[in-house]
């Protein structure tokens, strides 16, 4: 499958971004993507300011001195108040990092290629730009250090919140490397213009039967509630009772798409997405024990 190829080229991009952080010795989060850019100040030079709407992030390769140039903007920074930089600069710090240690997008740079203007956390659909969110998050929340906090239990809107704040990670970004991380079935969904733009989920609810289903617009009652809620301005967290098939595909397994789960949502308005988080029980999945 397609899809299972672009999971490993994902997977090994927030693979670089840990292996970076270990030969740094980096084992305290937050993890600072501008320290990690220093240690590269021979062939790599880092300007913030604030670009306003240009980009969120450029990495540049001057051939003549053989240095890359990476820029990245602060407007977020703006009205934070949280110390350091905002999340989202974090991030587009960290994603421009990963076209400068991601081996074929450095070549793609040094050998003439245009530099790309990065915008966002996990807004585009270009297989390169997704392996640089995945290095961005990999860098941000390295596996070894957030994968044991992660699997403290089954994941839950407040407890992304605190690995969020302790790791200086967006509420959807550190949502999105949970849900990879966690051991639990479950799985984060961002629904835009009332259908599902993307869904990433744990190993476990994929071992489970339940699969990404192709992109298509909410069909169930509670989604569309709450998609009407979103839609009318009402940007409050609340939860309710769904099931899988309302999300999964689960083609021959009938029994499964009747599974209840439980649909956390998390309205983020800057991005008009509404982030889904979706928990089912172990027992349910896994199903009564053969003998
Ligand atoms: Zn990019």
Redesign the pocket.
């Known amino acids: 499958m397609e899809w299972m190829a672009d999971q490993r080229r994902l997977e090994m991009a927030a693979e670089k971004a840990a292996e970076v952080v270990d030969i740094l010795g980096m084992c305290v989060p937050p993890i600072d993507p501008r320290a990690v850019a220093t240690t590269e100040s021979k062939f790599l030079r880092v300007f913030g300011d604030n670009f306003r709407n240009s980009f969120d ?1 450029l ?1 540049e390769y001057h051939g003549d001195r053989n240095r890359f140039l990476l820029f990245f903007n602060t407007k977020y920074d703006l009205r934070w108040t949280g110390g350091g930089h905002h999340p989202r600069t974090r991030f587009s710090l960290a ?2 990092l ?2 400068y240690y991601l081996d074929r997008h450095r070549a793609f740079l040094m050998s003439g290629g245009s530099p ?3 915008r966002g956390e996990f807004e ?1 659909s270009v297989l ?2 997704q392996e ?2 995945s290095f961005a998050a990999g860098l941000l929340m390295p596996k070894g250090l957030f994968r044991p906090m992660v699997n403290k239990g089954e994941l839950s809107v407040p407890r992304i919140g605190q690995l969020a704040g302790l790791y200086g990670a967006s509420l959807v970004s550190t949502a999105i490397r949970a849900v990879r991380m966690s051991d639990f079935p479950c799985a984060v969904v961002g629904v835009q213009n009332g259908a599902v733009a993307w869904c990433f989920q744990s190993e476990a609810l994929v071992k489970g039967g339940c699969y990404p289903r192709a992109r298509e617009p909410l069909s169930s009652g509670s989604a569309l509630k709450a998609w009407g809620r979103f839609e009318a301005g009402e940007f409050t967290k609340v939860s309710a009772e769904g099931k899988v098939a309302d999300w999964f595909e689960t083609y021959d397994r009938q029994d499964l798409g009747e599974l209840p789960l439980t649909e956390d949502y998390m309205p983020v308005p800057v991005t008009r997405t509404l982030v889904v988080l979706l928990t089912m029980s172990e027992e349910d999945l896994s199903g009564p024990p053969e003998d």
Request: proline residues 0%; charged residues 30%; aromatic residues 0%.
């Open positions: 992030g990495l994603h421009e990963g076209h790309h203007r990065s585009t390169m730009e640089a969110d």
